[in-house]
């Protein structure tokens, strides 16, 4: 088992970046793909960005060139550095772990059997 806490979300205007963490225990950190995944208000959950075991990152098109997935093994630690927030960027954002050497594509939520609850991000115009 993993378990995931976030924390870093808030209210921002647009413009203004935010840093996003994820604490993860319960298993060898440095073992585990880790990403994160929001869900927009009114809209379906979508990829954001994921980052292997072995430093490989994968970001959504919104997301290349805005914002930064990357991991510190010593602190168990995940974080999204997100720059240029927009109005559209609003959403509650989970941080996922996949702990299976293999696992799917980073890109499918069904990749990631363990989930945090969840941090809320609002961008004001």
């Known amino acids: 088992q993993v378990q995931l806490a976030e924390s870093g979300g808030g209210l921002v205007q647009a413009g203004d970046s935010l840093r996003l963490s994820c604490a993860a225990s319960?298993?060898?950190?440095?073992?585990?793909?880790m990403a994160w995944f929001r869900r927009p208000p009114g809209r379906d959950r979508e990829f954001v960005a994921a980052?292997?075991?072995?430093?490989?990152?994968y970001y959504a098109e919104f997301a290349k060139g805005r914002w930064t997935i990357s991991r510190d093994n010593a602190k168990n630690t995940a974080y999204l550095r997100m720059n240029a927030l927009q109005p559209e960027d609003t959403a509650v954002y989970h941080c996922v772990a996949d702990d299976r050497p293999g696992g799917g594509s980073y890109y499918f939520s069904s990749t990631y059997p363990f989930w945090g609850q969840g941090t809320q991000v609002t961008v004001s115009s």
């Open positions: 980052i292997s075991w072995s430093g490989n990152t």
């Open positions: 319960g298993h060898t950190f440095s073992y585990i793909s």
